[in-house]
C-alpha cells in the first residue's frame, strides 16, 4: 500500500505559477517496479476527474495531457519519494482539486490508479 499526500495549491491570478508537490512512501513490489507510475488528475466542480501527466518511478519517461502540454511538467525527485507538478501560464480552467495517485500502470484513465492522496485545491482567478 502505497500514501501519496499533496501539497503546494493556492490561488493564483491567469498567467500565474504554482508548484504541486506530492509526498510517496510505501514498498512497491519488485514485479511492478519496471512500470511503477506516479499521475496528477485534477477535478474541476461538477465535472470527472481528469488526466494531467504521469512519470514512470522507473526510468523518468513523461506524460502530459495535450490541455497542458508546454505549460506543466511534470518531474521527481533521484529518489522518487517526491513528485513534482510545475504548473505555469495557469488559465481559469485550470481550477479545481489537484490529485496524485499511484499504481502498476502506463494507463491514463483513474480507476486504473488504486493509490490516492486527498487532494489539493487551486484556484486560478481571471
Known amino acids: 500500500q502505497m500514501r501519496l499526500q499533496e501539497s503546494g495549491g493556492g490561488s493564483v491570478q491567469a498567467g500565474g505559477s504554482l508548484r504541486l508537490i506530492c509526498k510517496v512512501s510505501g514498498r512497491i513490489r519488485s514485479a511492478q517496479r519496471g512500470i511503477y507510475n506516479v499521475a496528477w488528475f485534477r477535478q474541476a466542480p461538477g465535472k470527472e476527474r481528469e488526466f494531467v501527466a504521469r512519470?514512470?518511478?522507473?526510468?523518468?519517461?513523461?506524460y502530459h495531457a495535450d490541455a497542458v502540454l508546454g505549460r506543466f511538467t511534470v518531474s521527481k525527485d533521484s529518489g522518487g519519494g517526491t513528485v513534482y507538478l510545475q504548473m505555469n501560464n495557469l488559465k481559469p480552467e485550470d481550477t479545481g482539486v489537484f490529485y496524485c495517485?499511484?499504481?502498476?500502470?502506463?494507463?491514463?484513465?483513474?480507476?486504473?490508479?488504486?493509490?490516492w492522496g486527498a487532494g489539493t485545491q487551486v484556484t486560478v482567478s481571471s
Open positions: 495517485a499511484a499504481g502498476a500502470t502506463v494507463d491514463n484513465a483513474a480507476r486504473a490508479y488504486d493509490n
Open positions: 512519470i514512470m518511478l522507473n526510468d523518468d519517461t513523461t
